[in-house]
């Protein structure tokens, strides 16, 4: 009986045996199913969200570089108005210029907590280059527009442009495209009819003299900083900018150690203006033209920034009674044509 009694039980576990492996096959299975849910996760990741270009407002480029271009050919305005008579004082008011842009740039430098840029960035001659040429061609055009036409001080100044062109094609081998050509070729020619270099009647002072070969020397210098501008694009702008205007002030300051300018005879007054100077024609314009970098194309900045040419014009005609020649009005028609061509000529 005790025999007979446990078969049943022996039967029992023999038969819970194919259950079990039921339950481990059925187990095994659902792994099975599980797994592909459970690999999909790190073979599949969820793609990120495309990241969209960066946003450009070209309406707000133009009107910076509008506005920057405006204030920057008021500059002979408030330097004259800043310049007791008789006195010739570019270098010492270009130091002060300098002197607050670079303030200006390091404090915006500090409040974006981008001090340790700085300590980073590496300087190069390029750098120390274009900073020292841009003071010295301030300089230099400054004092013109008190010895000569404020038109022709100007005009001479943009020579920039041209000289920075022929030498980016001697020394970095740029081609030169057909509507850039033109658009140089138009405002150089329109340049020669607004400064009555060709046609024009000239008083043949030595002031007068010494005037066009400062606003010479200021389109070469210019042009060379162009030129150190085409280098180190890897810097950012703000820290280059600000290298710009310590350099820059430190060519202008040796300019002052060397000349030794008379300030004596400034009172309140210029003093006034040659603040507005500094900020106006610093901070404001130059401000102004970082803005219009960021959205507007190269081509585009440049041929804007040609304005400065004929807001100067206009200027020595209502503020100063320069008078303007029927060549001269086409010079300056010639120049707004220049500036529009690579706005207009490359949608």
């Known amino acids: 009986m005790t025999v007979s009694l446990g078969a049943p039980l022996r ?9 079990r492996a039921d339950d481990a096959l059925f187990e095994q299975r659902a792994d099975v199913a599980v797994a592909p849910t459970e690999s999909r996760g790190p073979v599949l990741p969820p793609s990120p969200a495309p990241k969209s270009p960066p946003h450009t407002n070209r309406r707000l480029g ?7 271009a ?5 500059a002979g305005l408030f330097g004259r108005k800043a310049t007791p008579e008789g ?11 300098m002197a607050v842009g670079a303030l200006g740039m390091l404090i915006l430098i500090a409040l974006s907590r981008r001090l340790g840029q700085l300590r980073r960035t590496r300087l190069s001659w390029s750098v120390v280059g274009g900073g020292v040429l841009l003071g010295l061609s301030l300089a230099t055009y400054l004092s013109a527009t008190v010895l000569t036409d404020l038109s022709r001080a100007v005009v001479l100044h943009y020579l920039g442009p041209v000289v920075a062109t022929a030498l980016a094609r001697v020394f970095l081998k740029e081609r030169v495209g057909r509507l850039d050509a033109l658009s140089i070729g138009t405002a150089f020619a329109g340049m020669l009819l607004a400064a009555g270099l060709v046609g024009g009647e000239s008083s043949g002072g030595e002031h007068e003299t010494l005037g066009t ?4 020397a200021s389109g070469v210098f210019y042009g060379g900083a162009l030129l150190c501008y085409r280098y180190r694009t890897d810097m950012p702008s703000d820290v280059r900018s600000l290298w710009n205007f310590v350099f820059g002030a430190v060519a202008a300051g040796g300019m002052v150690a060397v000349t030794r300018p008379d300030m004596s005879g400034m009172t309140a007054t210029h003093w006034l203006w040659a603040g507005g100077f500094f900020v106006v024609c610093g901070l404001f314009a130059l401000g102004l033209l970082v803005v219009a970098g960021k959205h507007l194309r190269s081509a ?9 040419v004929v807001v100067a014009l206009m200027i020595g005609m209502v503020a100063f009674g320069e008078s303007v ?10 120049i707004v044509v220049a500036m529009a061509l690579p706005v207009f000529g490359r949608r």
């Open 87 to 97: 006195a010739v004082l570019g270098e010492a008011l270009t130091l002060g210029r």
């Open 213 to 216: 070969v400062l606003g010479a």
């Open 325 to 334: 020649t029927v060549l001269a009005a086409a010079g300056a028609g010639l």
């Open 300 to 308: 585009e900045l440049s041929g804007l920034s040609y304005l400065e």
């Open 11 to 19: 039967a029992d576990n023999s038969l819970s045996a194919p259950l």
């Open 70 to 74: 405006t204030a920057m050919g008021a």
């Open 62 to 68: 133009i009107a910076a570089i509008v506005l920057s």
